[in-house]
């Protein structure tokens, strides 16, 4: 790996022909990945994934080039591709020397990929099969899967600092498939963090199997959900997608600068319920999507983006910070060398309430009670947002009845935030990768048990009656 | 004309290639595979007819496929130095010691391919001022369709040539090169405190093949229609589904028609062969010779030829897409349909589709429409992705224009379209004659059957 120490060079080479910002990104990335399907480890995967991006900004216009030649000549050929196309004017110059950036915290990772044997891996996959297979007799297929990332990122700027950082993910994901009469549901399970293999110890894989085995035989007996406008209770346990769509997105600032969030120019504004505050911390011990420094070295902190429903920030990136005057909060990320930063969630959550969690379905008398949400999207001009339901029960009489299936839920950001009426007192993370202009990255998002008067339930059992036979 | 050029980059590769196999050889292996990418792109992306970004990249990596005693291993690397490609290999061969033993793992032997044209030299010619014009002429022509268009996302011009080389111990040796231009766009329409999005995207193997006015044009007439509107009640009727919303439909069916899902018991196709699977109106294609998708290239990425394939024929299901492991799996004289397709040289050879489409029908857009007594013709679908593919239960959000008496009424969004792939398939009522590709994947204007539209 490159002596951080060089890459002064490299950003002047990139600053030579004008520019006021440039920045080298140089990673390192291993993974390991392990598959076990139809009872058997069937991919054991390893790589090696190096590379740097070199950025120079000028005015508005970011110039970006990356390169898989870690050598000094390989760094400085893509300092001049990047140098050739910033146009010529004013010329920024590099703070030399560059100053090493200190974290807000340091994550604590118990066993390092490297200290823990393949063979100690590939045990854990079999576990987790063994234990989804022996859930219900139901279950007829099971998919899982291991993934370690131990990503280690040098960043350097022409502001004259250089912030280093190693970040070890580790995934454990199941799918269990269960099949009776020519009807064929799954359950999914996962759990991921800034951690090293002890994520998976003790345990983990067996209850994580055992959730998502049962959950696959629940469904083939569920009937289908219904459709209409009802009352919606978000338990805990089924994650935060909701969150993360209605808000998180339209937070970001670079979609709210374009003028393409429904949350754009509201600064101080009433855009949610009064028991809603939101947010956004990637400091959090062990979250997926945590990490000492953002992807532009900047140290990440804990955001507050809406407190008792007032919008108070956005989430930015230097770029989106510089255009706005405001300090950089820690919200630059990328998938990869290969991609330009742009402002990223990281762990995002409704901040708990103070509402028994079982009194909030026991004072509803019907609706719909999800218990687990899949993914979500978002139209952020508009603020209209969809998430599934990968299960969910009826609600009758505040009490839990029967399972539904294969329902999405549509609203609108601001609409639903506004009418939330009951938040509990617990809080339930979910893990993901966020998709956004085609790069993904980590990320986790969480709620409290909470209770929106009105949302559109997608089913396919329609009564023209309404909503008394729910 | 630039072949001899041409020639000489994927010569390179394929020396790499064997240096490859030799070091999987001197790490232990029986058989060895090796997957080589070297790819180049340009990407501009202006908003407000200036440059916001432009992103400019070379990669070059291979991915390594080792086989010992009929179990399997993979590493790739960036790193192609004797001593990068000697860590890999004993990579490899460390995660084959891990993995299960079967005896369909193997490689695929030497079967020649017929060239595919891929390659346009005027795409790396261009000068990249006009590829800058060509990206701000999108956002021109999208503002120019309307004034209610009054934000550009994003709209981008990308283009690229690539090279791919894939070799085996057991004596492939096969590579060929190819260049791509796309165009995209995603804009914002407003008026009286209504926000509607809308976008589009083209692709093409050469220069001339996109039409970058056309890509801004559907973009903003698709945001501009949807002015004003709103859900409506809940109700069951007929759907209209615009190419590129059946054409993601169409993807979603991609997993269960791959034969590894069929013998994992994670298809909706499994058992089904010679059985009415969709409407008798239906055939569903797999091409990856069909060089106007981006799916295109003479060989799959386990070097086996590709070729044309009816997998649906007038609603009967004829059979599933394989790779080399699932033919073996299957016996009976199965045979590779070539696709072994890899997201890239980080990845293993999965059976995945390479062009997939529905074929076009007979009637016209037009005519398909009128007959609609009371309709939702959808233009853009929310959640794809939460579409489960195992299960075929399928829940997503939805916008398009209300259709009454054939023709269209109001703008609707914010409602939810649910059901199963199968039904949907089945319930194909009409199949315009307007087949149209976005990426790989393509499908002509589709009415379905009534289904339940949630809203209000």
């Not at chain 2, 200036?50 to 960036?78: C, D, I, K, N, Y």
């Not at chain 2, 084959?96 to 193997?106: C, G, H, W």
């Not at chain 2, 008496?405 to 914010?414: D, E, I, Q, S």
């Amino acid at each position: 790996m490159i002596d951080p120490r060089d890459l002064g060079s490299v950003l002047e080479e990139a600053l030579k022909r004008g520019g006021d910002f440039a920045e080298a990104f140089v990673e390192h990335r291993r993974v390991q990945a392990l598959i076990c399907e139809a009872d058997r480890l069937e991919r054991a995967a390893t790589g090696l994934d190096q590379g740097a991006g070199i950025r120079v900004v000028q005015g508005e216009t970011s110039a970006y080039a990356f390169t898989n030649d870690l050598s000094a000549q390989g760094l400085k050929a893509a300092a001049d591709v990047v140098a050739a196309a910033a146009a010529a004017g004013h010329s920024g110059v590099v703070e030399l020397p560059l100053a090493a950036r200190q974290a807000s915290f340091a994550p604590e990772i118990r066993r390092l990929p490297e200290d823990v044997p393949l063979e100690e891996k590939a045990g854990v996959v079999e576990r987790a099969n063994r234990a989804a297979r022996s859930a219900d007799g139901q279950v007829r297929q099971v998919t899982v899967n291991y993934r370690e990332l131990d990503q280690e990122v040098t960043i350097a700027n022409s502001l004259g600092f250089v912030a280093e950082d190693r970040r070890i993910r580790t995934v454990l994901a199941l799918n269990a498939v269960a099949a009776k009469d020519g009807v064929i549901q799954t359950g999914y399970e996962s759990v991921g963090g800034l951690a090293g293999p002890d994520l998976v110890d003790g345990d983990v894989p067996e209850r994580l199997a055992g959730k998502a085995g049962k959950r696959a035989a629940r469904m083939l007996s569920a009937r289908p959900a219904p459709s209409g406008r009802m009352p919606v209770v978000m338990a805990a346990e089924a994650g935060g997608t909701m969150v993360h769509e209605a808000c998180g997105h339209g937070l970001e600032a670079d979609l709210a600068q374009k003028g393409l969030s429904v949350y754009a120019n509201r600064h101080g504004e009433k855009v949610a319920s009064d028991l809603v505050t939101v947010v956004d911390d990637g400091t959090l011990p062990q979250r997926y999507g945590s990490e000492r420094f953002d992807d532009e070295g900047v140290p990440v902190r804990k955001r507050v983006l809406i407190e008792r429903g007032i919008l108070k920030d956005y989430m930015h990136s230097l770029i989106t910070a510089r255009k706005e005057g405001v300090e950089p909060n820690g919200c630059g990320r990328r998938e990869s060398y290969r991609h330009v930063p742009i402002p990223r969630m990281s762990n995002t959550m409704i901040a708990p309430g103070s509402d028994d969690p079982g009194r909030i379905v026991a004072d509803t008398r019907r609706g719909l009670y999800v218990t687990k949400m899949g993914g979500g999207q978002v139209n952020t001009a508009n603020g209209d947002f969809v998430f599934e339901v990968a299960e969910g029960f009826l609600i009758e009489n505040g009490q839990v009845g029967a399972a539904v299936r294969g329902a999405t839920l549509t609203g609108n950001g601001p609409q639903a935030l506004g009418i939330v009426d009951r938040v509990g007192s617990d809080l339930g993370f979910t893990i993901g990768t966020c998709g956004k202009d085609g790069q993904g990255v980590a990320v986790s998002d969480a709620q409290p048990t909470l209770r929106i008067p009105e949302l559109i339930v997608g089913g396919t059992a329609h009564d023209p009656e309404g909503e008394e036979n729910l | 004309m630039k072949a001899t050029a041409v020639e000489v980059k994927t010569t390179e590769l394929l020396e790499v290639g064997g240096m490859a196999l030799e070091a999987a050889g001197a790490a232990g292996v029986d058989e060895a595979e090796a997957y080589l990418s070297r790819t180049r792109s340009l990407i501009v992306e202006v908003a407000d007819q200036r440059v916001e970004t432009l992103h400019q990249s070379t990669e070059l990596g291979v991915g390594l496929r080792v086989f010992r005693q009929g179990r399997m291993g993979f590493a790739f690397t960036t790193d192609l130095s004797p001593e990068g490609l000697a860590a890999t290999a004993r990579a490899a061969a460390a995660n084959a010691a891990a993995t299960a033993r079967d005896e369909f793992n193997r490689l695929p032997g030497v079967s020649p391919a017929e060239p595919l044209d891929l390659v346009d030299p005027t795409v790396r010619e261009r000068p990249t001022a006009s590829k800058i014009e060509a990206a701000m002429a999108i956002e021109r022509a999208a503002k120019g369709f309307d004034p209610r268009v009054t934000r550009v996302e994003k709209a981008a011009y990308t283009d690229g040539d690539y090279d791919v080389a894939v070799v085996n111990s057991q004596g492939v040796r096969v590579s060929y090169s190819g260049t791509s231009v796309s165009a995209s766009i995603s804009v914002v329409a407003e008026e009286k405190g209504s926000a509607e999005t809308g976008w589009s995207f083209a692709f093409s193997h050469r220069a001339d093949g996109i039409d970058v006015d056309f890509v801004g044009r559907e973009a903003a007439e698709k945001a501009v229609q949807l002015l004003g509107a709103r859900a409506v009640g809940t109700k069951r009727v007929n759907l209209v589904l615009d190419p590129l919303v059946a054409a993601e439909f169409l993807e979603l069916l991609g997993p269960a028609l791959s034969a590894d899902a069929v013998q994992k018991g994670k298809s909706l196709f499994a058992g089904r062969v010679g059985e009415e699977v969709a409407s008798p109106l239906i055939q569903v294609i797999d091409d990856g010779r069909l060089v106007e998708g981006a799916g295109a290239a003479p060989t799959d990425d386990e070097g086996v030829p590709t070729v044309p394939k009816v997998l649906i024929r007038d609603g009967i299901l004829q059979g599933y897409l394989h790779n080399t492991y699932t033919a073996a799996k299957e016996g009976a004289g199965a045979r590779s349909t070539g696709n072994g397709l890899r997201g890239s040289f980080r990845g293993t050879p999965e059976v995945r589709p390479s062009n997939l489409y529905l074929a076009a029908g007979t009637t016209s857009r037009e005519k398909l429409l009128s007959e609609v007594e009371e309709g939702f013709y959808v233009t853009s679908v929310m959640g794809m992705h939460t579409v489960n593919p195992i299960s075929g239960d399928f829940s997503v959000g939805a916008a398009g224009l209300w259709l009454e008496h054939g023709r269209f009424a109001r703008p609707v969004r914010g409602v939810a379209i649910a059901g199963n792939l199968l039904e949907l398939l089945k319930g194909v009522e009409a199949v315009a004659d307007d087949l149209r590709f976005i990426g790989s994947a393509g499908a002509p204007t589709l009415r379905l059957a009534p289904i339940t539209v949630s809203g209000e």
